[in-house]
């Protein structure tokens, strides 16, 4: 340890580069740890830490071994404490830094990097102070990590950095030094992003002025550093061989010889020049090492360009330097030239051209003939290699620095420079490459231009060089380019139109004249040679058309060279000489050339002032061609010919040029043609018009080309206007006539040479008649041919439509209008038409022609025949296709005509709509679709999106005012009658519901309740228009718009929201709305149309006056949609209470207040309602006769009583006994308006509606009738059976609504008084009348049954097929209800008629009978409340049939092999008819998949019928004795009855059964399923319809296994393995827990007693233990449950025994499991079975000797056929197996034959 401590404190480096110090202390803290792989000495209970082993070495040695810090000198070895004890040694580095600093000398990398970021965290979060601790150990931490190997580690590390210098500003300024060298190397990385994060950190720490100074201060250790790197340093001294691979060492080393080398650059172009020359000095030592110059050479393409680059900047910074060593720098780089790498080539040729400048004798120090120019001719040869871009652009300053002697013979130096030049031009790689093919091809003619200019003169030379030049290397270039399509895309011509240029201006300002004469020489030259090249391509029968078009392109471009399209945008160097300085000003049109587009029109008659040196020349050569031209076309018809002498007129249109076409014809040609003054018209009429007529030719764009240019030479517009009118006239193609138009529309030149005759009426009348035919052809003819539908046609009158020119139309404004009305007409006629197919194309094509029109035509919607198109449009797209028979691709393109004609008619609505009538026509329209047409849903939705894309459009435009919003609102909203006329129209099927419910009282007549919802096809208008209206107002208030007359027009638009709260409510209070309506109304939620969204709109005050309002006028539904926005919204008392102010404004009552009152009593003050309770009771006192059944009489006061009376809220006290007193003072006076023991059919609705509502006031008394009289008692209970006859006897006419309302009401009063009775406590029972449940008991319940049962029978008979929508079902509901009360004695007495089944065998009395046949297939009754009645009526009397069985149990000996008996048979029977009809349902859903079954759909009503079936089934069976159990499960077992209801019960139980609303407040209980809640099966109870089914099914399952555990074993065994799988997962999951916990819980609470046998039970481990004794003998069985209970075998455990043999002991083990396995009873039946066996067994019976057991197991018979050889017993079923199976009819034991 000392010694480690010794090396510590000595070299900081070892020899491997690593830090020594670092080394040592890993050795030390190995030493204290021991190693991390060794054993761990015993008791040693902590892990190796290194933190503590260094801990332990400071308290011992009392030093401490740090990890190696970065000092700045030997004398400080920059320690970094490691421990926290050692803060005497450096108090200044914190703890944490010290950590981090430590993990930063690790290898890992990852380590690393987080640590550095780590480290930058902390410099930016820690104080200043604590930061600037760390200073004197970052200098050599940065100055290795930042070389790293990483480059995120490198990137880190420079973001560390600045973060650390932002903390210590200044206090960097001691460390600079030895961080500069590293740091100017990081700002040249190689990695960009670090490279980058290093400049940042630079420009942190120093301003911009700063930077040279800071650089200067450190200049001599930065070039210690560098030169250090290029000169001493190799990849094994950089990093340890030991540890680094050799390609990461190699990587690494060339990655800092790239840095350094651009480090000194960058320190010679950032040092002040005034430093330069210090430098010199500095560099000599390296620039005189062979090794620098080695760089040149090296292998990696980073250090040579870098080292190329070191070149540039000392030729630019230091060339005296760099002359004193010329020898070396010469070789170095001029004999590179040929390099090809192209990281390396930029730098190369930059050090070339510094070369060349910098040192004047270059050339001396290399061979330039055999080692430089031979190398540049191969690169130019092979076109630079790919590096055309980079190389070419050097070529003219090079070769303007080679020096004479060099060139000479100049000739063939430019001849070789030239011809290499043009062979690299056409290499592969070159032509392949734009870019690279332009450089080539501008530095030859930069070079050439240059050579041109250097030998302009007339000595022999001179001159062989200049023919050399163009006639050898210029003229066949342009030929080659010409006859090669790729090349005809750059820039040579524009190039040589340049050249020609520089000449024609030198010899203009010239006055030098053998200058000028040597110039003139060279263009007469230069376009002998153009002509033949360009006769050559032209002189031929199959000349190549893109060689034509390539001359044609020339010569454009050599008439237009000033207004040129150059191409190729170039970056790069591009040298220009003085006369050129104009050249490129025109920027816009930079863009390549494509020579095919000779004949653009932008290009025509555009030809500049041309110099006489240019004009003639070319000229002439244009004459030349197009005389070759016309020959060829003449005599051989040549197509490319005539192309391309369209693409000459085009550009050279003159009278000459015509003259010279005319003079090609032939003699008897001219004596036969007329003569005309100007040749271009005779060219026309002679040729052109000829060619335009021939219709075998395809293409005519050129041939229009041509009659421009005629129309360009002509004198007059009059001259130009006939000659368009001749060619109207004549039958050209329609494609002719587009042709003509389109060129018009792309140039206003050519616009203006055609204007006159596009806006006169020959064009105009002959595009009328073309729309007229295009439509009337289209929708006569069946299959549209091609010609009718040519495209064309319908693209000449798109254009001439929607085209403007100057701002107006291309014709004239009446043929527009025309043309409009055409379209229209045809578009309303296929609107008309009922089939597709026919409509189709023109439709399309008018869609395509309207919305150009729409969108290019401003205000173009300002004629009446565009609004009338648009309109049409706008019907179109507001009908379904159900309607229009159109096709999707048509409905879309209609609907993009539409929002163009919309956005159109937007922007023209800017307070000019009184001009527009479209809108009010559109609204108008739209009202009368919603009113009279027969809509369904997809109709509605169609229209109400084509309105709201309109007012989005308006809403969203800032032109259109909100007068305009206004109007259309105004015209879209039906007027008050209309609104009156549509609700009446709505069916009042609604009514039913709140009449049952008592939320509504009426005492009229009601028509259209007792018909089915008469809406089925098609949905109200109202509905419509509130839907379409909603949308609308949603729009407009979500936009919030400002009307000037704000409150009235908001008020509008709330009318219009109650209105679709009205239709909302309508829906709801229908009982069972049809599917349409359910359709409706997802398509509102679709639309956001909610009450909630249209509240949250609205304002609600100003809604709920509206609502009042109605509902006081009108009542009814209004009321109703009242209560429900008051409900929803939470509107308080006292809002309710501003609009009505004093209770006195509802009377006298009218029916509107009446309903308003009713449905506004619970949101009351209490007071109020109090003080309308007294108004009413004060009035019914002093009622008379006339009155009483009169809305503003007892009718309507006792109605509000009871609306008011039926919250609860208010102290009735003697109030209601009072009331009963004056209504039995009715009785005594009015008797014939009590409607008692008679038949309604007669009644009156007055009447009906008196009684009704005295009724519901008599079951609100019930409620607390504790102080009523005798008499009282003996009204309401008579009166109630005397209501209750007039129901009975009034079944005929229950479809009458009010009948129907009291019927239910008078079922209801009967409940009330059931209930009550029910309820009964010993303490109310000593305050009533004497006799009063005596009376009740045996009169007045017994006359409820026998009116209830016969009626709910009779009402069952004649509606077979009753839905829950229908009207009896509306009295079944409170008829079942009153006959839940009927007592199992009742039932059995009952007076239906007598009803058996033939066949049906049975052995229960007749009146069981009777009521099971009579009411069991009620349970297939399609209505719930009648299945659940008949339910709890059968299930009081099952538990008491099984006795009926019994009674008759001997009867059936065991004569019989398997005995079997039914349950009852009439039940059966139901069983067996839902079987076969579930089985249709369900036997498409796998087992174990859950079916979601609709709430009351007939699927729910047999489901249901079927689980309440099982669960009566299950009843009878569980209170059947053991052995009746068995004889029925033999029975189920063989109708594979319990194996269906088991398959069925795993599709309708749930995967999770968990209850509804289950939550998870009590974290101590089990979840809630189904299987742990009671299911309550409730007639009115209609909120868990959805759970009803899946809740059954889980009951139904829970009985199943708890009563007949060995059946559902069965099944389960035989099941198939999925099916086996799902049902063992879930029972366990859900139901085996339960099971076993009652199992065990009926165990231990059993009264059961056993003489000689006790049974305990223990609960935590499912255990059941039975203890038999009997004299000596004891015995023990433990009973164990398994976790998947009942479903696994219970297993039978010994425990002790005395006195018992072995095998007698597993005989009774065995026939005890046996027993518990295959009896259907629980564990207690099981026990006492087996006791009984046993007990039976020593009293001397003895065993069957086939099952070894007394009682056998499954039909609890005793042994008793015997045979008569051996004299044993044996059970008859038992030997019924034993034939069967052996077939054989021996005996077991003594094989004879079996007697």
């Not at 003054?677 to 040729?687: Q, T, V, W």
């Not at 089925?1016 to 509130?1026: A, G, I, V």
């Not at 449950?1681 to 072995?1702: C, F």
């Amino acid at each position: 340890l000392p010694f480690a401590s010794s090396v510590c404190a000595g070299s900081c480096f070892s020899s491997s580069g690593q830090p020594a110090s670092l080394l040592n202390s890993e050795i030390v803290v190995a030493a204290a740890m021991g190693g991390k792989n060794k054993q761990r000495t015993k008791g040693n209970v902590r892990p190796s830490s290194s933190g503590r082993a260094a801990e332990l070495l400071a308290k011992e040695q009392g030093t401490v071994p740090g990890f190696v810090g970065f000092g700045t000198s030997p004398s400080d070895l920059g320690y970094v404490p490691a421990v926290q004890g050692a803060e005497e040694i450096d108090s200044l580095v914190d703890a944490d830094f010290r950590m981090v600093l430590r993990k930063l000398s690790k290898r890992d990398i990852i380590t690393k990097l987080k640590a550095m970021q780590e480290f930058g965290m902390m410099c930016k979060e820690r104080e200043t102070e604590t930061v600037k601790g760390v200073l004197p150990y970052w200098s050599r931490i940065y100055c290795k990590i930042s070389i790293d190997h990483d480059r995120r580690v490198r990137e880190a590390t420079q973001q560390a950095f600045e973060q650390l210098i932002l903390k210590v500003k200044k206090n960097l300024a001691p460390h600079l030094k030895s961080l500069m060298g590293y740091w100017l190397i990081a700002q040249c990385d190689t990695y960009s992003p670090a490279a980058s994060a290093a400049k940042i950190a630079f420009e942190k720490a120093f301003p911009p002025s700063k930077q040279p100074e800071a650089l200067v201060f450190c200049k001599d250790e930065i070039l210690n550093v560098l030169q250090d790197h290029l000169l001493k340093e190799t990849p094994d001294t950089l990093s340890d061989p030991q540890t680094v691979p050799e390609e990461e060492r190699e990587a690494k080393f060339f990655r800092i010889l790239t840095c350094s080398l651009l480090a000194l650059k960058k320190l010679l172009c950032v040092l002040p020049s005034s430093e330069n020359h210090l430098l010199e000095e500095k560099l000599k030592s390296l620039l005189s090492q062979t090794k620098f110059w080695k760089y040149g050479k090296h292998n990696t393409p980073q250090v040579r360009s870098a080292f190329f680059e070191l070149i540039s900047a000392l030729c630019q910074y230091v060339p005296e330097s760099v002359k004193a060593e010329a020898s070396r720098v010469c070789p170095a780089v001029l004999l590179s030239i040929d390099e090809s790498d192209a990281v390396v080539c930029p730098a190369l040729w930059e050090a070339v051209l510094h070369v060349l400048m910098t040192i004047e004798d270059c050339w001396v120090h290399v061979n330039a003939k055999k080692g430089v120019l031979p190398k540049l001719w191969i690169v130019l040869q092979e076109g630079g290699r790919g590096l055309a871009t980079i190389i070419y652009p050097n070529l003219l300053p090079f070769i303007s620095k080679v020096p004479h002697d060099i060139t000479e013979p100049k000739l063939d130096f430019s001849r070789t420079f030239f011809t290499s030049i043009i062979k690299g031009m056409l290499t592969e790689k070159a032509t392949s490459s734009r870019s690279e093919y332009s450089a080539i091809l501008s530095a030859f003619m930069e070079c050439l231009q240059f050579t041109i200019l250097q030998n302009l003169g007339e000595e022999e030379e001179a001159i062989k060089i200049q023919e050399m030049l163009i006639n050898d290397q210029l003229i066949p270039l342009i030929d080659i380019v010409i006859k090669e399509p790729r090349l005809q895309s750059g820039p040579l011509f524009y190039e040589v139109a340049d050249l020609l240029n520089s000449w024609e201006t030198r010899i203009e300002s010239l006055s030098c004249e053998e200058t000028a004469l040597t110039l003139q020489r060279m263009l007469l030259n230069f376009w002998d040679g153009l002509s033949k090249v360009c006769v050559v391509h032209v002189d031929i029968i199959d000349a190549d058309e893109k060689a034509l078009a390539a001359v044609s392109c020339l010569l454009q471009i050599l008439q237009n060279s000033e207004d040129k399209m150059k191409p190729n945008k170039r970056k790069s160097v591009k040298i220009r000489f003085s006369e050129e300085a104009k050249a490129e000003n025109n920027t816009e049109n930079e863009k390549d050339v494509d020579v095919g587009s000779s004949n653009e029109p932008g290009m025509v008659f555009h030809a500049r002032h041309l110099s006489p040196l240019r004009k003639e020349p070319l000229e002439d050569l244009v004459c030349t061609l197009a005389e070759l031209s016309i020959v060829y076309t003449s005599d051989q018809k040549s197509e490319q010919h005539l192309k391309f002498l369209s693409g000459l007129l085009s550009n050279f249109a003159s009278s000459r040029v015509f003259q010279v076409l005319l003079k090609s014809r032939s003699n008897i040609q001219e004596t036969i043609k007329p003569h005309y003054e100007n040749p271009s018209l005779e060219f026309l009429y002679e040729n052109v018009i000829d060619w335009l007529k021939e219709d075998w030719r395809k293409e005519t764009d050129f041939l229009v080309d041509i009659l421009y240019s005629v129309l360009h030479c002509c004198s007059s517009s009059t001259e130009r206007e006939n000659i368009l009118s001749d060619l109207t006239k004549m039958d050209l193609k329609w494609k002719i006539l587009l042709q003509i138009i389109q060129k018009a529309c792309s140039s206003l030149e050519k616009y203006s040479l055609v204007c006159s005759w596009l806006k006169g009426s020959i064009l105009g009348e002959k595009l009328v008649s073309l729309a007229d035919d295009l439509c009337n052809t289209s929708l006569k003819t069946t299959v549209a041919s091609v010609e009718s539908f040519h495209s064309e046609k319908w693209a000449l009158l798109s254009l001439v439509l929607s085209q403007l020119m100057k701002n107006e139309s291309l014709i004239g404004e009446v043929y527009v209008k025309r043309i409009i009305d055409k379209l229209q007409a045809a578009l309303s006629k296929a609107k008309d038409l009922s089939e597709a197919g026919n409509t189709e194309p023109s439709v399309s094509f008018i869609c395509d022609i309207a919305s150009n029109f729409f969108s290019s035509v401003k205000r173009c919607l300002s004629m009446p025949s565009s609004e009338d198109l648009l309109f049409t449009i706008f019907q179109l797209c507001a009908k379904s296709q159900a309607t229009t028979h159109l096709s999707d691709f048509l409905i879309n393109k209609l609907k993009h005509t539409w929002m163009c004609g919309l956005t159109s008619l937007v922007h023209q609505l800017g307070g000019t709509y009184k001009e527009s009538t479209f809108l009010q026509r559109s609204a108008f329209w739209v009202k009368n679709q919603l009113q009279s047409s027969v809509m369904d849903v997809e109709s509605l939705q169609v229209l109400i999106s084509a309105v709201s894309d309109l007012l989005t459009e308006l809403l969203e435009a800032d032109e259109v005012s909100a007068y305009i919003l206004k109007d259309y609102i105004e015209w879209l909203t039906p007027s008050k009658y209309e609104w009156e006329k549509m609700r009446e129209s709505l069916s009042t099927e609604w009514l039913k519901k709140p009449l049952l419910e008592g939320r509504l009282s009426m005492n009229c007549q009601i028509s259209g309740t007792d018909l089915r919802l008469c809406v089925t096809d098609k949905l109200p208008s109202h509905l419509c228009t509130t839907a379409l209206l909603s949308r609308v107002t949603m729009l407009l208030l979500g936009k919030e718009v400002l009307f000037e007359n704000q409150d009235m027009e908001r008020s509008k638009l709330e009318s219009i929201v109650a209105e679709q709260l009205y239709a909302l409510q309508w829906i709801e209070e229908l009982a069972n709305p049809p599917p349409l309506l359910l359709e409706f109304l997802h398509e509102l939620q679709v639309m956001n149309i909610s009450l909630e969204k249209l509240c949250a709109l609205s304002n609600i005050p100003c809604l709920l006056q509206i609502l009042f309002g109605r509902s006081k006028e009108s009542g009814r539904l209004w009321a109703l949609t009242l209560a429900k926005l008051i409900n929803v919204k939470n509107i308080s008392s006292s809002e309710i209470k501003a609009h009505f102010n004093t209770t006195e404004s509802f009377f006298p009552l009218t029916e509107g207040s009446l309903h308003t009152l009713q449905n506004l009593s619970s949101f009351l003050f209490e007071e109020d309602k109090e003080e309308v309770v007294i108004q009413c009771t004060a009035k019914l006192v002093t009622c008379d006769k006339i009155e009483l059944s009169e809305i503003d009489g007892p009718f309507g006061y006792l109605a509000i009583l009871n609306s008011c009376l039926s919250g609860g809220s208010i102290d009735c006290g003697e109030l209601m006994p009072g009331i009963l007193k004056i209504i039995i003072s009715w009785r005594h006076d009015y008797e014939d308006f009590f409607l008692f023991s008679c038949n309604l059919k007669e009644a009156s609705p007055q009447l009906l509606g008196f009684n009704i509502e005295m009724m519901r006031f008599l079951c609100l008394l019930l409620k607390n009738p504790s102080s009523l009289l005798d008499s009282e008692w003996d009204f309401i209970m008579c009166s109630m059976l005397a209501w209750l006859e007039s129901t009975s006897e009034s079944q005929a006419v229950f479809s009458i609504a009010l009948v129907q309302v009291f019927a239910c009401v008078s079922c209801n009063l009967t409940t009330a008084l059931s209930v009550y009775f029910q309820a009964l406590t010993p303490e109310i029972i000593e305050k009533l009348p004497a006799n009063l449940i005596s009376e009740w008991q045996e009169f007045f319940s017994e006359g409820i049954q026998n009116l209830l049962l016969p009626l709910m029978v009779k009402i069952t008979r004649e509606e077979k097929n009753t839905s829950e929508a229908s009207f009896q079902n509306s009295v079944l509901k409170p008829l079942g209800d009153a006959l839940m009360f009927v007592s199992k004695d009742q039932l059995l007495n009952h007076k239906l008629p007598a009803k058996f089944v033939a066949s049906q065998k049975t052995n229960l009395p007749d009146n069981v009978q009777t009521l099971l046949n009579t009411l069991s297939p009620l349970l297939l009754f399609r209505a719930r409340p009648v299945q659940i009645t008949v339910y709890h009526m059968l299930n009081k009397l099952m538990s008491d049939l099984p006795e009926f069985d019994n009674k008759d149990l001997k009867s059936y000996g065991d004569e019989e092999e398997e005995l079997s008996l039914s349950p009852p048979a009439a039940l059966m029977t139901v069983l067996a008819t839902q079987e076969d009809l579930l089985e249709n349902i369900l036997e498409c859903i796998p087992v174990g998949e859950f079916a979601v079954i609709q709430p009351l759909s007939e699927e729910f009503c047999l489901v249901l019928g079927y689980l309440l079936t099982w669960k009566l089934i299950l009843t009878f069976f569980k209170a059947a004795s053991s052995q009746l159990r068995a004889l029925y499960s033999q029975y189920l077992r063989r109708t594979k009855s319990l194996n269906k209801l088991l398959y069925h019960l795993f599709r309708l139980m749930p995967e999770n059964p968990a209850f509804p609303g289950s939550t998870t407040e009590f974290p101590n209980k089990d979840t809630k399923t189904y299987f742990t809640e009671e299911l309550t099966l409730d007639i009115k109870d209609m909120s868990t319809l959805s759970s009803q089914i899946p809740h059954l099914a889980c009951s139904v399952y829970c009985m199943t296994l708890k009563d007949m555990p060995a059946m559902v074993r069965l099944w389960w065994n035989s099941c198939e393995k999925r099916v086996f799988s799902i049902v063992d997962k879930f029972t366990s999951k859900y139901v085996s827990n339960i099971l076993s916990s009652q199992e065990i819980s009926s165990v231990q609470t059993s009264t059961q007693l056993f003489n000689g046998m006790m049974v305990k039970a223990r609960s935590a481990t499912r255990e059941v233990i039975a203890t038999y004794s009997v004299d000596d003998i004891f015995i023990e069985l433990i009973i164990q449950l398994p976790s998947n209970y009942p479903l696994g075998s219970i297993t039978v455990e010994s425990g002790k025994r005395v006195g018992i043999a072995v095998q007698q002991w597993r005989n009774w083990m065995l026939q005890l499991s046996t027993y518990l396995t295959h009896q259907n009873g629980s564990i207690m039946e099981g026990l006492a079975l087996w006791k009984n066996n046993v007990d039976k067994r020593f009293e001397g019976v003895e065993d069957c000797m086939i099952c070894f057991s007394v009682i056998h197991g499954s039909n609890y018979s005793l042994p008793k056929k015997a045979c008569r050889t051996c004299k044993k017993k044996f059970h008859s079923a038992c030997l019924y197996k034993w034939f069967t199976s052996s077939n054989k009819s021996s005996c077991p034991l003594c094989r004879e034959t079996f007697f």
